[in-house]
C-alpha cells in the first residue's frame, strides 16, 4: 500500500475580515502537521486597473496591521504569519501566494447566501467579487441549479488554478464538537476528507462517522458487498478510529442532511461532474455545494489537487517548450514600472507593525536564528552613549531579541570607543579585524569587517551620528526579515531635517539621494527606483546573503549592496521600512559632492562590469577642487575612489571560523 503522505506542513489562509478568521485559524492549527507546521493568514489589497499597484501601499500596512489581531486567535504553539500582497484581483494574488509560499492547504471562509444574493463575502474578494457574482448570475435562490458556484468567483478562481489542496468552510456557528460527520464515496477526495476528519476529532475528542448512502432495496449479498467495501475503506484511510454508517436512502443529499442534523461538522470531499456537463460551474461537485449550502452544521468541502494522468504525460511533455516560450515572453513583456510599483505597495513596511518586541522574539526563537546589532562610530562620543544604553537596555536586557552588540570603530580620536564600553557594548578597532588583508579608511571597510566580527545569522547595522536615536531604527529593518521569509535585505527611510545657521529646516536632508543617486538609479537600475532612501545608513540583511556580495569601502557601500543583491536575489528579496524621523549629523557642500563622486564611480564601476556600458576606463578617481579667495587661488587635487572587498565567504579565515562557530 503506498504510504499516506503527512498532513499539511504549509497552509495558506486568505483573510477579510480578522473578527470572523479565528474558526478558520483553529481549523488549519488542527489540520497542520505537528511535526514543524505552519500557518499564514492572507490578505489581498486589490488595486484598480486604472491605477498603478504602488497606490497600494498604504492599505497594504493596515491590512498588514488588521492581520495582527489574527494572531491572538492562534492556539499556543502555533505559528501564525500575517502576509500582504497586492493585485488586481484576488484570486491571482492568492494563488501567486501560494505558490511563493508552497502551500500545502489553502483554507477558505464562506458566509453563505440568503435572499438570493451572497450574504456572506469570502474570506477574500470583498465588493469585487460580490460584484462579479452578481454579473455572473449567482444567486437564484437554489444552490443545486447548475448556473454558477455556490461559492464566490474569487474561491471558483483559485480552484481552477490552485497547486494545491482547498478546503472551503462554510461558517457557522460552532459549539462543541462531538460528532464529525463524513459522507463517503470513494477517491482522493474523500481520502482527504478522512484525513482532515481524524485531525479535527483528535483536537476535540471527537467521535468520527463516515458514511456512506445507497440505493434502497439491495439485495442482502449487496449490502454485504456495500458494507465491506466501506470498512475497507476505513481500514485503508482512518488514520484514527472511525465508525462506518450504510444507509438505505433513494435520495443521497437528503440522507446527508438528515444525518448532519445529528452531528457537530461535516466534512466532505469534492465529487467529480461528467466532462462537458452543465454542471463542470460546481468546482467541487453539486452534492458538496448543496450540502454545504443547506446543512445546519458547519461544513468543510475540501479538493485535492488534480493529478496528472499518466497517459496525457506524453502530451504535456510535448506542449512544455512553447508554454515555457510562451511564459518568458510573459515575463519579459513586464514593464519595469509596474514591477517595480508591485514591489513597493507589497514590501514597504512601518516600524510600527513591528513594535511588540516579544513577538520577534517569538519568530526568531521560532526561526532559530541570532541577530547581531553593529554600530560603525568614527568620532561619534556627543552620541554612541545613549545609543548603545538604549539598545542594551530595550533590546537586550527587556527582551532577548538582539543577541550581539557591536561596536566596529575606525580610529576615533575622542572619547567614543571608553562610552562604548562602559555602557556594554564590545568595541572593535576595525583595523585590528583580519590585519593580514590590510585596512582602507571608510565606512564600508568597517562593515566589511564587521561581518567578520560579528556572528548573528542577520546582521543590523545603524548610523551612530542619529540625535534622537530610538530602537525602531534596528527592531524596524530586522522585523521584515523575521516576519516575511522571501526578503532578505531591509533599507530603512524617515524624514530627514538639516540644520541651517542653527535652525532645524524639515525636508532638507537627503541632498546626495536627490540629486545623485535617484538620476543614476532611474536611468541604470530602474528596478530599485521604488526606493525611498537607497543611501539610508539603516539596514538589515541575512548573512547568507552577506557573506556573498561584495562591499565598497567608502561611501559607495550602500548603493553597492543595493545593485549586488538586487541582481544576485531579485528585487524581491528587498524592502524598506518607515522610521520616521531622523535627526543626525549634516555634512558640509564640499563633502557632499565627494560622496557624490564615489558613488557615481561605483555605479559606473558596476555598468562596466555588467557590459552594459564601457564609461569606467574613461573617467578619473581623482577630483580636481578649485579654490579662489581674497587671498588665494589654486587647485586642490584629491585622489577619492573606493576600493572593494571581496565577499567575505571568499575569506578562508571567516570559513574557518564560521565552521568553528556551527561546530560549537
Known amino acids: 500500500m503506498t504510504p499516506r503522505p503527512p498532513l499539511p506542513g504549509r497552509i495558506l489562509i486568505p483573510v477579510a475580515n480578522p473578527a470572523t478568521a479565528e474558526e478558520l485559524i483553529r481549523i488549519g492549527a488542527a489540520l497542520l502537521d505537528p511535526r514543524d507546521g505552519e500557518l499564514t493568514a492572507l490578505g489581498i489589497v486589490e488595486v484598480p486597473e486604472e491605477m498603478p499597484l504602488s497606490e497600494g501601499a498604504t492599505k497594504a500596512r493596515q491590512a498588514r496591521r488588521l492581520l495582527q489581531k489574527v494572531l491572538d486567535y492562534a492556539p499556543e504553539g502555533t505559528h501564525v504569519r500575517p502576509v500582504v500582497r497586492i493585485g488586481r484581483r484576488a484570486a491571482e494574488g492568492i494563488v501567486e501566494a501560494a505558490i511563493e509560499l508552497e502551500a500545502d492547504l489553502v483554507i477558505f471562509g464562506w458566509g453563505g447566501r440568503t435572499g438570493g444574493r451572497a450574504s456572506g463575502r469570502s474570506a477574500v474578494g470583498g465588493r469585487a467579487a460580490a460584484a462579479a457574482a ?32 482547498i478546503a472551503v468552510v462554510k461558517q457557522r456557528p460552532m459549539a462543541e464538537i462531538r460528532r464529525i460527520l463524513v459522507p463517503v464515496r470513494g477517491g482522493p477526495h474523500a481520502e ?72 457537530d461538522l461535516v466534512i466532505m470531499g469534492a465529487s467529480a461532474a461528467p466532462e462537458g456537463s452543465v454542471v463542470e460551474n460546481f468546482l467541487f461537485g453539486v452534492l458538496p455545494e448543496t450540502i454545504a449550502a443547506r446543512a445546519r452544521p458547519p461544513v468543510i468541502v475540501v479538493k485535492t489537487r488534480e493529478r496528472i494522468d499518466r497517459s496525457t504525460f506524453e502530451e504535456l511533455a510535448a506542449r512544455a517548450e512553447s508554454l515555457a516560450a510562451a511564459e518568458r515572453a510573459a515575463e519579459e513583456s513586464r514593464a519595469v514600472p509596474a514591477r517595480v510599483e508591485r514591489w513597493f505597495g507589497e514590501s514597504n513596511f512601518h516600524h510600527a507593525e513591528f513594535r511588540d518586541l516579544r513577538r520577534l522574539v517569538a519568530l526568531k526563537e521560532k526561526q532559530g536564528v541570532t541577530v547581531s546589532l553593529v554600530l560603525p562610530t568614527l568620532n561619534e562620543a556627543a552620541t554612541i552613549g545613549p545609543i548603545v544604553r538604549r539598545a542594551r537596555m530595550l533590546l537586550m536586557d527587556a527582551v532577548p531579541l538582539v543577541d550581539e552588540l557591536l561596536v566596529i570603530d575606525s580610529a576615533s580620536d575622542d572619547a567614543t570607543c571608553e562610552i562604548a564600553a562602559h555602557e556594554g557594548a564590545r568595541v572593535v578597532q576595525h583595523a585590528d579585524v583580519l590585519t593580514r588583508y590590510g585596512s582602507y579608511r571608510g565606512k564600508g571597510e568597517a562593515l566589511w569587517k564587521s561581518l567578520f566580527e560579528s556572528s548573528g545569522d542577520i546582521v543590523v547595522w545603524c548610523d551612530t551620528d542619529v540625535r534622537n536615536w530610538h530602537p525602531r531604527m534596528a527592531y524596524g529593518t530586522l522585523g521584515p526579515l523575521l516576519m516575511e521569509p522571501r526578503i532578505q535585505y531591509v533599507k530603512g527611510y524617515y524624514q530627514r531635517p538639516i540644520v541651517e545657521d542653527g535652525v532645524l529646516r524639515e525636508g532638507g536632508g537627503g541632498r546626495v539621494t536627490e540629486l545623485v543617486a535617484r538620476p543614476l538609479i532611474n536611468l541604470f537600475y530602474p528596478d ?80 562596466e562590469e555588467r557590459r552594459r556600458a564601457r564609461l569606467f576606463a574613461e573617467m578619473g ?9 581674497a587671498d588665494r587661488l589654486g587647485l586642490e587635487i584629491i585622489e577619492l575612489a573606493d576600493r572593494e572587498r571581496p565577499p567575505m565567504i571568499r575569506i578562508p579565515e571567516y570559513l574557518e571560523k564560521r565552521a568553528a562557530h556551527a561546530g560549537g
Request: proline share 6%; glycine share 8%.
Open 134 to 165: 452578481a454579473k455572473a448570475g449567482a444567486g437564484n435562490g437554489d444552490p443545486a441549479t447548475p448556473t454558477a458556484s455556490v461559492f464566490s468567483p474569487t474561491i471558483d478562481a483559485v480552484v481552477r488554478e490552485s497547486p494545491c489542496d
Open 528 to 607: 530599485l527606483s521604488g526606493f525611498i532612501q537607497p543611501l539610508a545608513g539603516e539596514y538589515a540583511g541575512r548573512r547568507s546573503l552577506l557573506e556573498t556580495i561584495p562591499f565598497f569601502t567608502g561611501y559607495a557601500v550602500e548603493i553597492g549592496h543595493l545593485i549586488d543583491i538586487a541582481e544576485r536575489a531579485g528585487l524581491e528579496a528587498l524592502g524598506q521600512v518607515d522610521l520616521e524621523r531622523r535627526i543626525h549629523r549634516n555634512q558640509e557642500l564640499e563633502g557632499l559632492s565627494r560622496m557624490s563622486f564615489v558613488i557615481i564611480q561605483a555605479v559606473m564601476k558596476r555598468l
Open 621 to 629: 578617481s581623482t577630483m580636481k577642487l578649485p579654490r579662489s579667495g
Open 192 to 263: 482527504l476528507a478522512l484525513d482532515f476528519a481524524d485531525a479535527l476529532a483528535r483536537r476535540h475528542g471527537a467521535r468520527v462517522t463516515v458514511l456512506h448512502v445507497v440505493p434502497p432495496g439491495l439485495t442482502p449479498a449487496v449490502r454485504a458487498q456495500a458494507e465491506h467495501a466501506l470498512a475497507t475503506f476505513l481500514k485503508l484511510h482512518a488514520r484514527g478510529h472511525a465508525d462506518g454508517l450504510l444507509r438505505e436512502a433513494p435520495n443521497v443529499r437528503n440522507a446527508i442532511l438528515r444525518e448532519a442534523e445529528k452531528s
